[in-house]
């Protein structure tokens, strides 16, 4: 018995083999693909790590501010010490000038000669006083003429009055301090 297929026989067909092209461009394209990769992650990489020293940029600008505003407050105080300091030792030299003043004023003072007041403004010197002669008025201003700390020395006024019955002669004087 013999059999006989009648049906078509599906028959394999030989594969064609893929062209050279297609499997350059595939390699191509995973090479490219793993390059695109490898650069995506390197520069990423790159990235975080700027971004991170930018940001530790950030907080050492900001502590240096912070040192900075330091300093200069230092630097104020400092400048504020120096003042306080240059007037003190100012203070300490200007002191001595009254004492000395008042102690020249005295010892050319005469007898019979007594100041009722005295007004200093800077370097001018206003006095009022009193004497029991006219003379004595004139012995104050020459003494105080042959000073060699006083200068422009002016009697403004000399006139005779009576206190408690007795005569005097009031006076007012004005002068300046030399520098």
């Known amino acids: 018995m013999i059999r006989v297929n009648l049906l ?4 394999r067909r030989k594969p064609k083999p893929v062209p050279k092209f297609v499997i350059t461009m595939l390699i191509i394209t995973i090479v490219v693909g793993i390059v695109m990769a490898y650069l995506v992650f ?9 971004k991170e ?3 530790a940029n950030e907080k050492r600008i900001a502590e240096l501010k912070e040192k900075i505003r330091a300093v200069e407050k ?13 007037i003190i030792e100012q203070l300490r030299k200007n002191q001595s000038i009254p004492v000395k003043l008042l102690d020249e004023i005295s010892t050319l003072l005469p007898g019979g000669v007594w100041l009722q007041t005295m007004v200093v403004s800077g370097d001018s010197i206003n006095i009022d006083g009193y004497a029991f002669t006219n003379s004595d008025v004139v012995l104050y201003v020459d003494n105080l003429k042959n000073s060699k700390v006083f200068t422009e020395i002016y009697l403004q006024e000399s006139k005779s009055t009576a206190i408690e019955k007795r005569p005097l002669y009031m006076f007012k004087l ?6």
Request: hydrophobic residues 30%.
């Open 174 to 179: 004005t002068f300046k301090v030399k520098v």
């Open 53 to 55: 020293q930018f940001t």
């Open 74 to 86: 230092f630097e104020q105080l400092n400048k504020t010490f120096q003042q306080r300091k240059d």
């Open 42 to 50: 390197h520069f990423n990489s790159r990235l975080t790590t700027k």
């Open 8 to 11: 078509p026989v599906k028959r």
